[in-house]
């Protein structure tokens, strides 16, 4: 039996995969403008590279592997001492000491590290307390997703359910998350 060969319908891109390949980047990158320009980054390369499509996977598999490195991209440019370079942050927005420093040159915090600390294992404390308080399957979904980071297909094969109800499941268990958190670690 031939192996199917998949093939491009660059027309339909947008229509087809905009909204799935905004939410995958969206997760990963908690920025909206920044999650559209990468999607957009991600069509235009595969516009450029479609020449090397093979066929062998299919088009949303193949963007979301060109997505994938665009956002490894980012993250490497950004925590990269010439993108460090590139990333100012305010330091004084207004008076005679207006400005802003290099990030990479900010000056430490003087906090003291172990309150930091403390802190940090309060709120891994409270929000595995709250992923405790979520139904079953939420919090199996949610761990699975986004703490053990398997992939969609993983999940949905090893719970036999289907992605939309998937993603339904994850939204509903970071809504709750987000309440339960709000409710026993910000506003306290």
């Given at each position: 039996?031939?192996?199917?060969?998949?093939?491009?319908?660059?027309?339909?891109?947008?229509?087809?995969?905009?909204?799935?390949?905004?939410?995958?980047?969206?997760?990963?990158?908690?920025?909206?403008?920044?999650?559209?320009?990468?999607?957009?980054d991600t069509f235009f390369a595969g516009?450029?590279?479609?020449?090397?499509?093979?066929?062998?996977?299919?088009?949303?598999?193949?963007l979301v592997s060109i997505l994938k490195r665009k956002i490894i991209?980012?993250?490497r440019k950004i925590n990269s001492k010439k993108g460090q370079a590139e990333v100012r942050m305010n330091f004084y927005d207004d008076g005679e000491n207006e400005g802003s420093w290099l990030e990479e040159r900010v000056p430490q915090s003087w906090d003291n590290a172990s309150e930091k600390n403390i802190e940090n294992e309060e709120l891994r404390n409270q929000l595995e307390g709250c992923i405790n308080k979520l139904p079953?399957?939420?919090?199996?979904?949610?761990?699975?997703?986004?703490?053990?980071?398997?992939?969609?297909?993983?999940?949905?094969?090893?719970?036999?359910?289907?992605?939309?109800?998937?993603?339904?499941?994850?939204?509903?268990?970071?809504?709750?998350?987000?309440?339960?958190?709000e409710d026993n670690w910000f506003n306290n």
């Open positions: 039996m031939a192996e199917k060969t998949h093939t491009l319908n660059t027309n339909k891109w947008i229509d087809n995969y905009a909204d799935y390949l905004y939410n995958y980047t969206i997760t990963r990158v908690n920025n909206s403008d920044l999650a559209k320009d990468l999607v957009q516009l450029k590279s479609a020449k090397n499509f093979q066929g062998k996977a299919t088009e949303r598999t193949w991209d980012h993250y079953e399957k939420y919090a199996m979904v949610f761990r699975m997703k986004t703490v053990q980071e398997f992939e969609t297909a993983e999940i949905c094969k090893e719970l036999e359910i289907t992605s939309s109800n998937l993603w339904v499941m994850i939204h509903r268990a970071r809504t709750q998350l987000r309440k339960c958190m």
